[in-house]
């Protein structure tokens, strides 16, 4: 079983071809750290005819895969393209199990060919660091036969599967004869993955709740209402749908799963029982210590700026204090917006911690360091690759070492930078975010207020609500 896909990219081109070739993801698991070279030496090892073993499984389609940017800028200008899509990526990937790394690259450079072989140039990688063995393919967006453009449209992704599952028959490997359903988003199913929350998630947990406290239908439309959610009984529909304030459009029921239903709903409901329940005694609670403390805390900063509101608003999501049991379902509207950002919020907030920054202009100050230490590293690795260049042997295993450890520290920079890019963006929507929800939170308990007020002044005589049962 193979699944294809194939998407356009906008941008540099060397990118992509970078990402496919990644040597960590396309070597042979039977070679050692000590075997892998450069990355230039790599490609010509791995395309070389003569060699009888393969380390690294990327291959070129009308290209080497050493020079294949510069050949594919090559056919570009030779038609003076200057398209705004660079090149097309794609993958295939395989069933657990199923195939070699051998059988899996031999069977990506036979698609490639059938599917762009005439006249586009393509690299295929074979990526090696998941349990399903997967192809990457990079395809250069302009033929260099006839300077005519590939076209990502339905009727190609239809073709790219039909060759893909012929091809998968002769290796006699799986196919999926029938193919249903929309694809669930990377995101949506690597939040899934890690038990992370998600829309869906916090949805199935909210039906839940409202169908164990729920005897009639109303009783679960008023219990959904509480947290948030609308939900549609339209005997003129077919299904029930649910859908959040912050939605922008309905989600059928039954799509959260075999148990949401509109008639396994009414049946989880209706095994609900009027009969009195016994429980336990609540068990004695355990006395509390208390502590006394001499002085006062009239001296104690309180944390403010911007990491004070950070860590205010992570308090509100759940993420603190540590191991805290949250009823995602009960969250505010807003907040359950923010559920699937949970760990880049986490991030911002630790760097703001870290780093003490309480004002924006701290943040830009310490942004702006950022930039300069890696404008400055990038000129010292310019000077490394070409000292590199002109040496050899163990000289060169010094700078390349060095190299290495100059790229983790860009990674590392960038990736801060990236964190307070994102703290700049966020700032301002998070207090107005957290002002509306101390408004609305105010409007409940003025409400609370008034209701609880009007029972208690009520007439002892009123009519029995349950019709004298």
Wanted: charged share 30%; with cysteine.
């Amino acid at each position: 079983m193979a699944v294809c896909e194939i998407w356009d990219v906008r941008g540099r081109l060397d990118h992509p071809i970078d990402y496919a070739e990644n040597p960590e993801k396309t070597a042979n698991p039977n070679y050692s750290e000590t075997d892998l070279q450069a990355l230039v030496d790599v490609m010509e090892y791995a395309t070389n005819q003569d060699k009888t073993e393969q380390r690294f499984f990327v291959t070129g389609v009308n290209c080497d895969p050493a020079s294949a940017r510069e050949e594919m800028m090559i056919a570009k200008a030779q038609w003076n393209d200057e398209s705004e899509i660079i090149c097309y990526h794609g993958f295939q990937s395989f069933k657990s199990g199923e195939v070699t790394p051998k059988q899996a690259h031999e069977i990506g450079v036979r698609l490639a060919q059938r599917m762009w072989g005439d006249r586009f140039q393509v690299i295929v990688a074979t990526h090696l660091n998941t349990d399903c063995l997967h192809n990457h393919f990079v395809v250069n967006s302009v033929s260099f036969m006839d300077g005519k453009h590939y076209h990502d449209n339905k009727a190609n992704l239809r073709l790219l599967r039909q060759r893909s599952d012929e091809l998968c028959r002769e290796y006699a490997l799986s196919v999926i004869e029938h193919p249903s359903g929309r694809k669930k988003p990377y995101a949506l199913y690597q939040a899934e993955k890690n038990g992370m929350p998600t829309r869906d998630n916090v949805a199935r947990q909210a039906v839940d709740e409202a169908i164990s406290k729920s005897f009639t239908l109303k009783d679960f439309d008023r219990q959904m209402a509480e947290m948030g959610y609308h939900v549609r009984f339209d005997p003129n529909r077919k299904y029930w749908t649910i859908m959040g304030k912050s939605w922008k459009r309905p989600k059928r029921l039954y799509k959260l799963g075999d148990d949401y239903t509109n008639e396994r709903i009414m049946e989880r409901i209706r095994e609900n029982s009027y009969a009195v329940k016994f429980s336990r005694f609540a068990e004695p609670q355990k006395p509390i210590p208390v502590y006394r403390l001499k002085g006062t805390l009239n001296g104690a900063k309180k944390i403010g700026g911007l990491r004070g509101l950070y860590l205010h608003y992570c308090y509100r999501l759940g993420i603190l204090p540590k191991n805290r049991k949250q009823n995602y379902a009960r969250l505010h509207y807003l907040l359950k917006d923010d559920l699937m950002k949970m760990e880049v919020i986490s991030q911002e907030t630790r760097l703001l911690c870290r780093n003490r920054i309480d004002t924006v202009e701290q943040l830009c100050s310490y942004k702006e360091s950022l930039e300069t230490e890696i404008a400055d590293l990038l000129q010292k690795r310019k000077g490394l690759y070409s000292q590199s260049r002109k040496m050899g042997g163990e000289e060169k295993e010094a700078i390349r070492s060095q190299l290495s450890d100059l790229s983790k520290r860009l990674r590392v920079i960038r990736k801060e930078v990236k964190l307070c890019e994102g703290i700049e963006a966020r700032n301002d929507t998070l207090k107005e975010k957290l002002k509306t929800i101390r408004a609305d939170e105010e409007q409940q308990r003025k409400e609370l207020m008034t209701n609880e007020h009007k029972r208690r002044s009520g007439r002892t005589d009123r009519p029995n609500e349950l019709g004298g049962i």
